[in-house]
C-alpha cells in the first residue's frame, strides 16, 4: 500500500521528491476507487490553494477521483486543477515527448484554419509542412462542410490526409499518422538590426527539460552577436516547468541573479512551503535594459509568470493580444500512477503583483499574422515589436505606442485581492512605467523548499 507520508510532489507550471502529506489521516489510501478518491478529498482539504472554498461533496457517490476532483474544485477561479497518467507527465516534461501529428493550428483573419507551427521531430515536421499552411479538406471532405467535433474526430483518425493550399497558392496532399513527437522549444532564432543595436528574437514554445538546452545555444548566439534588446515570442506558451522559467528569466536578466523571479505564495495551513523562486548565474545570460514579449490568449502560466516575474527589473514591453490569466501554480502528488495536480500556490513577482486573472494586456494589440514565417520582420507582431524598441508607434498609422501596463491596468484584478506593495530595499530600479515600484527584500518570503523534480504549471 502507498504510504501517504512520501507522496511525489513537483512544482507545476501547466507544474520531486520531498514529502508533503500530513500522514494524519488512518484513511487506506489503496488503489482500490474508494482509496483514490479518499487520497484526492485528503489533498484538496489540506494544501488546495482554495481549500476553504472547496463545497461539501459525499466523497463516496463520486463515481471516480476524477470526478471527485471537479466536484471539489472552486470553479470560480480554477479552471486548471486535475490529474493525468504520470507516465505521460514524465514522457511530456522531462522527456519532452507526446503522441500527436506535430502541428497546431489557428485562424487567419478570413476564418481560414492554418497551421501556425509545426515541431520538426513529428509527422507533420518530417512532411514539410510549415506556418501559415491552409488546410482546405481533411480525410476527402471540404474543411467548409465539417462542423467543429467532426473535424477533431477526423483529426484523431490514425492516419490523416490534409489537402492543404501553401502560401503560394499551390495546392497538394499530405498524408500523415499519429505518432511519437519531439517537442521542438525554441524556434526562429535570428539577430536583427536596430537603430537600438542588435535584437534577438526567438519563439519558444514550451517550458520542458529538453528545452533549456536550445534556450542556453540561442542565448549563447545573441550573446556572441552583441545582442542589445529581446524579442521573446511566447504567442502559443501555455506554461511547463518552472525551473525553466527561472533559467529563461536569468538568461534574459544577467544581472537578477539571485533576486526572486516568482515568489510562491500557499494557503494559510501551510505557510512553511512559501518559497522564492531564484533567478541564477549562467554564462549565456545577457544583460539588456528592455524586453518585449509576443502574447496571445494562449500565452499562459509559466510564460505570464517571466514576464510578470521580469516586471519589477526590466522595462517589459508586451505586443500582441491578452493572456489567458493565470497567476496561480500547482504541485503534484504520484498516486496509483496518476499525478494529481491541484492548484496549490498564488504566484506573485518580486514587487507583489500577480493578480492578472484577466489577462496581462499588450501595450499594442496586434493580431497573429499567419500569413508570414516567424522571425519575419514584416509578420505583424515583430513588425511592431521592432517599432516598440525603436520608440515608434506600434504601426505606421497608430498614435504613440502607449507606456508599458506592468504593472497597473494590464496586469487585470482577479476577484480574489489587489497586488500588495512591499517595500525598496534598493538596487537596479524597476523600468515601470504606470506605477513607480521599488524591489521588495529579499526576505520578505523564506526561500522554502524547492523539490527536487521540478513539475509543470
Known amino acids: 500500500m502507498p504510504d501517504p ?14 514529502s508533503a502529506c500530513s500522514g494524519e489521516s488512518t484513511t487506506e489510501f489503496d488503489c482500490s476507487v474508494l482509496g483514490q478518491k479518499a487520497y484526492v ?86 512532411a ?48 500523415l499518422r499519429q505518432g511519437d513527437v519531439e517537442i521542438t522549444s525554441v524556434k526562429s532564432v535570428s539577430v536583427l538590426p536596430s537603430a537600438q543595436g542588435p535584437v534577438g528574437y526567438l519563439m519558444f514554445t514550451t517550458f520542458v527539460r529538453p528545452g533549456e538546452a536550445e534556450l542556453q545555444a540561442a542565448f549563447t548566439q545573441f550573446r556572441a552577436e552583441g545582442v542589445r534588446q529581446l524579442v521573446i515570442d511566447l504567442r502559443y506558451n501555455g506554461g511547463g516547468l518552472l525551473s525553466t522559467a527561472a533559467l529563461l528569466g536569468s538568461l534574459i536578466d544577467k544581472s537578477g541573479a539571485g533576486q526572486p523571479l516568482i515568489v510562491e505564495t500557499y494557503n494559510d495551513l501551510h505557510p512553511e512551503m512559501n518559497r522564492h523562486r531564484l533567478m541564477f548565474d549562467t554564462p549565456e545570460a545577457i544583460d539588456v535594459p528592455r524586453v518585449v514579449f509576443l502574447t496571445t490568449g494562449r500565452t499562459a502560466s509559466a510564460s505570464e509568470q517571466v514576464i510578470n516575474g521580469l516586471a519589477p527589473y526590466l522595462d517589459v514591453q508586451v505586443v500582441g493580444s491578452r493572456t489567458l490569466g493565470k497567476p496561480v501554480g500547482a504541485d503534484s502528488w504520484t498516486h496509483c500512477d496518476f499525478a494529481i495536480a491541484p492548484i496549490t500556490f498564488h504566484s506573485l513577482n518580486a514587487a507583489g503583483q500577480g493578480d492578472y486573472f484577466n489577462g496581462i494586456e499588450p501595450v499594442c494589440e496586434v493580431p497573429d499574422d499567419l ?87
Do not use: K
Open 41 to 126: 478529498a485528503s489533498i484538496m482539504s489540506n494544501y488546495y490553494l482554495w481549500y476553504d472554498r472547496v463545497p461539501t461533496v459525499d466523497v463516496a457517490a463520486a463515481s471516480s477521483p476524477e470526478e471527485l476532483m471537479q466536484q471539489m474544485t472552486y470553479s470560480a477561479l480554477d479552471h486548471w486543477s486535475g490529474m493525468q497518467r504520470q507516465e505521460e507527465r514524465t514522457q511530456f516534461f522531462d522527456q519532452g515527448r507526446f503522441q500527436g501529428l506535430g502541428y497546431t493550428l489557428g485562424q487567419d483573419a478570413s476564418g481560414g484554419l492554418r497551421i501556425s507551427w509545426v515541431h520538426e521531430g513529428s509527422s507533420a515536421g518530417r
Open 128 to 175: 514539410g509542412l510549415d506556418r501559415g499552411a491552409l488546410i482546405i479538406g481533411v480525410n476527402g471532405r471540404n474543411l467548409a462542410d465539417l462542423t467543429p467535433a467532426e473535424l477533431g474526430s477526423e483529426l484523431s483518425q490514425d492516419v490523416v490526409v490534409h489537402r492543404i493550399q501553401e502560401l503560394d497558392g499551390t495546392i497538394h496532399d499530405v498524408e
Open 5 to 18: 507520508r512520501r507522496c511525489s510532489r513537483s512544482v507545476l507550471l501547466l507544474a520531486g521528491a520531498l
Open 371 to 457: 500569413l508570414h514565417r516567424l522571425g519575419d520582420p514584416e509578420e505583424a507582431q515583430l513588425h511592431a515589436a521592432l517599432r516598440v524598441l525603436n520608440d515608434q508607434p506600434c504601426s505606421d498609422s497608430s498614435p504613440a505606442a502607449p507606456e508599458s501596463p506592468l504593472p497597473g491596468a494590464g496586469l487585470a484584478s482577479g476577484a480574489e485581492s489587489s497586488p500588495t506593495e512591499l517595500g525598496s530595499s534598493g538596487g537596479r530600479s524597476a523600468s515601470l512605467h504606470a506605477t513607480s515600484l521599488t524591489r521588495a527584500p529579499v526576505t520578505a518570503l523564506p526561500p522554502g523548499p524547492i523539490p527536487e523534480l521540478p513539475g509543470w504549471y
